[in-house]
Nanobody, 124 residues
Framework: QVQLVESGGGSVQAGGSLRLSCAASGRTVSSYAMGWFRQAPGKEREFVAATTGTGISTNYADSVKGRFTISRDNAKNTVYLQMNSLKVEDAAVYYC?????????????????WGQGTQVTVSS
């Protein structure tokens, strides 16, 4: 079992930045690929970014490429999502997820464990 707890959400103006954190416990997270997903009101949950167990390879949704950066510190069992140049359309609940294995997939159904989410609000 892996437990995931997100933090770092909040309110920011468009153009601003936030850094989300996902603290993992229960297993050695370096064996897990980690991802971030988000869900805006009335919309399906969507992929944002993912990283392999080592953090060497990453995968991003086109909508966040060049603005968001996923990283991980396996010594701290923590994954981060640095979000810059935030847009109003980035507002959502952001979820951290973990999947056994190294592939940093965008496919939500491949992830085994999920956090409770953290709210990100972006105002114009």
């Amino acid at each position: 079992q892996v437990q995931l707890v997100e933090s770092g959400g909040g309110s920011v103006q468009a153009g601003g930045s936030l850094r989300l954190s996902c603290a993992a416990s229960g297993r050695t997270v370096s064996s897990y690929a980690m991802g971030w997903f988000r869900q805006a009101p009335g919309k399906e949950r969507e992929f944002v970014a993912a990283t392999t167990g080592t953090g060497i390879s990453t995968n991003y949704a086109d909508s966040v490429k060049g603005r968001f950066t996923i990283s991980r510190d396996n010594a701290k069992n923590t994954v981060y999502l640095q979000m810059n140049s935030l847009k109003v359309e980035d507002a959502a609940v952001y979820y951290c997820a973990a999947k056994w294995g190294t592939l940093a997939t965008a496919r939500e159904e491949r992830y085994d464990y999920w956090g409770q989410g953290t709210q990100v609000t972006v105002s114009s």
